[in-house]
């Protein structure tokens, strides 16, 4: 049907109507019953014309009062069942629309859950959420209305039709004639709003996107004194919303302004020829009376018609952009067979390994390199050297395009990857905490934990008195993202966490570009504890960071340009020799650092 | 009428609680965004009033014809009938004509008021005080302007007038009954008090109902909303299957809740139709009696039949608009309550200009908190002279950040005074002073468009050639002319494109260019690698050149050449001077000073 085309989409109808498939045929019954019962429904409504039709031309007339009272109440015995069969068909199909939702919803969780990190990294959190809340609401509507609403529209549409053609043949031809003209205005109408409808929304995520950047940097618009340029950017995007709004609300009230005209039309006609029939008596005034009644009935079906129109557009809509959540990469799968590690020593060898994220742009060249089990290193150089790249690629963020990872001297793909991930703790760089208890945030990662183990966990990760110190101490509850906390809280809260798991390899993703050099003392000593036993890898921009290390990796544009501890390294020429000068030169010469360190140590004994 | 349903659910962020209006408040509200249309609102209720007048005759009409024309065996008039026929076709054709400016009028309308608010809200929030959004999440803020907006606006243009029409039609309709048929009206309103039972025992349930939904689906969207933020977390963890069961649960929930909703949703229509059975069966058994003795004719008991059914039309919209107008209600009330909500910040009444701001800056005792019982600023002193370069240094929460905010006038001082070029900063023109001050913040925001809007964010007028000028002397220029669309690259959404130290970079660029008179540098070099920051040091200096600075880092190299430092801790000055003075006197900075050193320095 043309109205289910448009170009703005990229899937198909027939591809979006497939994702319903296996929910909708998982209960062929519970869809026949439905069908069924408003099919009914609808049909048994189109009786009470004929009814008042018997009491105007047989009972009246002849006086047959029992026939009155018979007839009388059959209308209300009809409109008894129908009403119950309007019920039945109205709750179950929403039971039916809520069953699907409820399936879809969780099913999209669990795909949620197995997403790459890539579609995390590019979609934005309201485009996600926007699909399974929305989205979903409108898939859903479109189960609970469209099959009942449409056997409602095309039987009340239908019925009607063929009741006047029984009842008058002649009149009811009359009116067949209008049957095309409704169809015309139905299509006429659904192509001149269709492309507004689409318009209107896209003009939609303008104004939204205005506004997000607004109130998201409202202290940059401040701080420039910029409130009446943005008051202005939004006014104009705004203006052009509305101004097709009330497009789309014009065709809509022609359409049915048009729609009423029509059967008003109709009227008249019936009026005009029934009337002279009446009179002429070869039409009785009762069958006169019912076709004037059916006339009335169709406003109702084409109303109900249109809205299906609405219902499947807007479902269509958010179908393709369920779709393309549906379609999205799932994360990297396993093996089959994979294995479930035991307790890893942290031995890791990366061999020949090359990753991009975009076709040739390396993000690593050819890294060729061994870290022995319990190791210390550190990972230095520049933003985008491909550090971050690194370490994603041993938690199988993303699969390196060429070469191979081992752990244990086991290609890392081998591995169950839920089993891999347990055994490595990230601490990131950005500190996620949930809108939970203190308990729950550092048992998070293992939420069968003892209070026991918590608590270790807390005290060794140097957080434990500032909990015991709030009101509800492991019970308080972190304000939303974690508002109420300083960025060392947040932070050591976050190596609690990891610490719980007792993960065998550690990576510690540096966060303390902005934290003060006395809390970055304090997270320095947790990560020492941290990371005792363990092969640990550090990412820093620090080069205090390095005087825990065992092993220095310098990075550039990919590459591994340096490896070696501070000693080798400050005595080779090259980008590690740079940094620290600078970093030197920047604090004075060592001079006079050397001096002022003898003084410290005088004060203190 | 599906799809106001279907609009309604999406007004899934509704939570529990407290209202600050009554449904009358709201409602008065509501009316009152007419006052600003008022010559069009007027006509339009006019218009509404003709059309209700109109529908109501209809049946009258086709009565008259049935009665004065249309008799079976040659009594009825077949002239007549053509006129009739005729002027009820005219009497379609004006209705049409009127229904049609009725709905775009009202279209227009509608449309205008949604703008209005819409705009209206915005412009609020670029003058809400600055507590507003560190306690609101950007999330509930923009749900706000837009999905409140919309749920209102829907409860303004969609089918609500035709519930007002068909409203003022009830008072025609119960006329005309009574003055065809005193007993028969009477009798027919029987139904009546089963209606307003029915009405009565449904709306309790149905709001109770539909309040749990929306409840249950809040929850299910703050779980998702975290599940997608902390996917990462998630994975390192190996969280996946408890956060699928505990999503499940929540999921659940909404299930039962919207079942429930339905069962009671999908009862009431039929109920109502019931009744109007019940109306329609007494008129047609006490129709046919009268019609016997001759009390009323065919036509009235056709008009009569018709009545009935238009009385109960509105009831059915109403509850058909149910969910519309609660959804419609609550949007409403959450919108007022930005747009009522006091301007805190704003200017005094006959504001200065300042002409040329020299940048001398003055804080005389100056307390603050930002709450009642946390103070967080605790007399300070400070007297910044033009030029000067002062930095700020203390550890994370000291307050240095918020002395800045005060300067900008984002928050105003719970005691004390501080001026600018010896004015209080109060009776300075708001957007007066901010366009002399600029911070360059710690978290960096750029708005998504291309690199040179950004960097021209502050001073819109300034030339190309004053941007890359700016660019070069921090470094910057070389790296965005190697961007394969130079400054014309779109940096997207937060500048997603960029590292943060580039954004960094470009952020303190865009300060520059505004050409400020006084310069806050807030952390503003803090991701970026310390031989880059080496390297545009220099340029920072020849910026601050003649140009007031408060510069707040936490790497103590890159302020040592300030002309004063200021030590804060919790909230209070305690020490200052030059680096060589601090760093004699062995005190506080001393010792932060020599933590880093032995931190980033190894022998």
């Not at chain 2, 928050?411 to 004390?416: E, I, L, M, Q, S």
């Not at chain 2, 209070?572 to 032995?598: A, C, S, V, W």
Request: charged share 20%.
């Amino acid at each position: 049907m043309s109205w289910l085309d448009n170009r703005e989409r990229i899937h198909s109808a027939k591809e979006i109507f497939r994702i319903l498939k296996p929910y909708l045929l998982k209960r062929p019954l519970f869809l026949l019953f439905v069908s069924i019962v408003s099919f009914v429904a609808a049909l048994i409504g189109l009786i009470t014309p004929q009814l008042i039709r018997y009491i105007v031309d047989d009972a009246i007339p002849k006086g047959n009062l029992f026939l009155l009272w018979i007839l009388g109440l059959s209308v209300l015995l009809v409109a008894i069942i129908a009403g119950l069969m309007q019920f039945i068909s109205r709750y179950y199909a929403a039971l039916l629309a809520q069953k699907i939702t409820l399936e879809l919803r969780d099913d999209i969780y669990e795909l949620l859950q197995q997403l790459t990190m890539e579609y995390y990294d590019e979609e934005s959190t309201g485009q996600i959420m926007t699909r399974v809340t929305t989205d979903l609401n409108a898939i859903s509507s479109f189960i609970s209305f469209t099959l009942r609403l449409l056997l409602n529209g095309v039987i009340l549409f239908v019925g009607s039709y063929t009741a006047m053609i029984v009842m008058s043949w002649k009149l009811g031809l009359i009116m067949v004639g209008f049957f095309p003209v409704f169809i015309w205005l139905v299509f006429w109408f659904s192509n001149k709003v269709r492309p507004i409808f689409y318009k209107s929304r896209t003009q939609f995520g303008v104004v939204t996107s205005v506004l997000q950047e607004n109130v998201t940097g409202i202290h940059v618009v401040r701080g420039f004194a910029q409130e009446e340029n943005e008051i202005e950017k939004f006014t104009s995007e705004n203006a052009k919303y509305m101004n097709l709004r009330i497009k789309a609300q014009v065709y809509r009230s022609i359409y049915f302004g048009t729609m009423t005209l029509l059967i008003g039309l109709g009227t008249s006609l019936v009026l005009f020829l029934g009337g002279f029939a009446v009179v002429d008596n070869t039409m009785k005034l009762g069958v006169f009376l019912s076709f004037i009644f059916y006339l009335m009935i169709l406003p109702m079906p084409t109303r109900q018609l249109t809205m299906v129109i609405g219902v499947v557009q807007r479902a269509l809509a958010s179908g393709d952009r369920l779709m393309e959540l549906l379609s999205a990469k799932r994360e990297i799968q396993e093996d089959p067979d994979a294995i479930i590690p035991p307790k890893l020593q942290g031995k890791i060898n990366y061999e020949n390994v090359w990753f991009e994220y975009e076709k040739n742009k390396p993000i690593l060249r050819n890294i060729n390199i061994g870290i022995p089990s319990g190791q210390k290193i550190v990972l230095m150089g520049g933003t985008g050297s491909g550090k971050s790249s690194f370490v994603s690629l041993l938690q199988r963020f993303y699969d390196p395009n060429q070469g191979e990872i081992k752990i244990d001297g086991i290609n890392i793909r081998n591995y169950q990857l839920k089993s891999l991930r347990k055994q490595i703790g990230l601490v990131l760089q950005d500190t996620f905490l949930f809108n939970d208890s203190m308990k729950e945030n550092i048992a998070f990662g293992k939420p069968n934990a003892s209070e026991e183990e918590i608590e270790k966990a807390a005290r060794t990760a140097n957080i434990h008195d500032f909990i015991i110190s709030l009101p509800d101490g492991y019970d308080t509850r972190v304000g939303d993202r974690g508002i109420t906390l300083s960025g060392g809280q947040k932070q050591r809260i976050s190596i609690a966490r990891t610490l719980l798991t007792d993960p065998s390899l550690l990576i510690f993703d540096d966060s303390t570009a902005s934290v003060d050099a006395e809390t970055e003392a304090q997270i320095q000593e947790s990560l020492d504890i941290l990371s005792k036993g363990r092969t640990t890898i550090i990412i820093s921009q620090r080069i205090s960071s390095v005087k825990y290390a065992d092993r220095i990796l310098v990075f550039d544009e990919g590459e591994i340009i340096q490896d070696g501890n501070h000693d080798d390294l400050i005595n080779q020429k090259g980008l590690y020799q740079e940094i620290y000068t600078t970093l030197a030169k920047s604090y004075d010469n060592q001079k006079v650092t050397l001096i002022e360190k003898e003084d410290i140590h005088k004060e203190e004994y | 009428m599906a799809w106001h349903a279907f609009r309604a659910m999406r007004r899934e962020e509704d939570e529990e609680r407290e209202r600050k209006y009554s449904d009358l408040d709201l409602f008065k509200l509501v009316l009152g965004l007419f006052r600003y249309y008022l010559p069009e609102a007027i006509s339009l209720l006019l218009i509404v009033i003709a059309t209700s007048i109109f529908a109501a005759l209809v049946p009258m009409l086709l009565q008259k014809i049935i009665d004065l024309f249309i008799k079976p065996n040659n009594v009825g008039f077949k002239p007549e009938i053509a006129i009739m026929a005729g002027l009820f076709l005219l009497f379609i054709v004006l209705n049409f004509v009127l229904t049609l400016t009725r709905s775009i009028m009202f279209a227009k309308l509608g449309q205008r008021i949604i703008f209005r608010i819409r705009n209206d809200v915005f412009s609020k929030l670029q003058f809400q005080s600055q507590e507003y959004f560190t306690e609101t999440e950007s999330g509930r803020t923009i749900s706000k302007v837009t999905n409140d907006v919309d749920a209102l606006g829907e409860l303004l243009t969609s089918g609500i007038i035709d519930i007002f029409a068909d409203l003022f039609s009830l008072g025609w309709i119960i006329g005309i009954m009574f003055s065809y048929d005193t007993k028969m009206t009477l009798f027919t309103f029987t139904v009546i008090p089963i209606l307003l039972v029915v009405v009565i025992i449904f709306k309790n349930r149905v709001r109770g109902a539909y309040r749990r939904t929306r409840v249950a689906i809040a929850k299910v969207t703050a779980n998702l909303q975290e599940t997608i933020q902390s996917a990462k977390v998630t994975k390192t963890l190996s969280r996946e299957d408890e956060n699928i069961q505990k999503f499940r649960d929540l999921n659940k929930e909404t299930f039962s809740a919207n079942v429930e909703a339905a069962g009671i949703s999908s009862l009431f229509m039929p109920i109502i139709q019931i009744v109007a059975a019940i109306g329609t069966t007494i008129i047609l058994i006490y129709g046919g009696y009268a019609l016997k003795f001759g009390d009323i004719t065919y036509g009235e008991l056709f008009a009569f039949l018709q009545y009935s059914s238009m009385f109960f039309t509105p009831i059915m919209n109403l509850f058909t608009f149910y969910t519309l107008i609660q959804s419609g209600f609550a949007a409403g009330e959450r919108i007022f309550e930005i747009l009522d909500e006091d301007v805190k910040i704003k200017n005094c009444d006959n504001p200065i200009i300042l002409e040329n701001i020299k940048g001398h800056i003055e804080f005389k005792s100056v307390d603050f908190s930002y709450n009642v019982d946390v103070q967080v600023l605790n007399n300070i002193q400070l007297d910044i002279k033009p030029g000067q370069s002062i930095a700020l240094v203390g550890r994370t929460g000291a307050g240095k950040t918020t002395i800045t905010k005060l300067l900008a006038r984002y928050y105003d001082v719970t005691k004390g005074e501080l001026l600018v070029d010896g004015h209080n900063i109060k009776e300075i023109e708001l957007n007066n002073l901010r366009k002399n001050i600029a911070v360059v913040p710690q978290d960096v925001f750029l708005f998504s468009g291309i690199i040179i809007e950004n960097l021209k964010f502050g001073n819109k007028k300034a030339k190309d050639k004053e941007v890359y000028s700016v660019c070069e002397t921090l470094g910057l220029h070389s790296y965005i002319t190697k961007l394969p669309e130079g400054y014309q690259t779109d940096v997207r959404e937060g500048g997603s494109r960029l590292s943060l130290g580039q954004r960094q970079l470009i952020s303190l660029a865009r300060a520059v260019i505004a050409d400020p008179r006084i310069l806050i540098l807030d952390e503003c070099t803090s991701s970026i690698d310390p031989i880059t920051e080496s390297l545009i040091q220099k340029g920072i200096d020849y910026i601050l050149k003649n140009r007031t600075s408060i510069i707040i880092a936490h790497r103590l190299s890159t302020i040592k050449s300030a002309s004063k430092i200021i030590v804060i801790d919790e909230g209070g000055i305690i020490e200052e001077g030059t680096h060589d003075q601090l760093l004699r006197k062995k005190g506080k900075y001393f010792n932060l000073y020599q933590t880093q050193i032995t931190s980033n320095i190894i022998d």
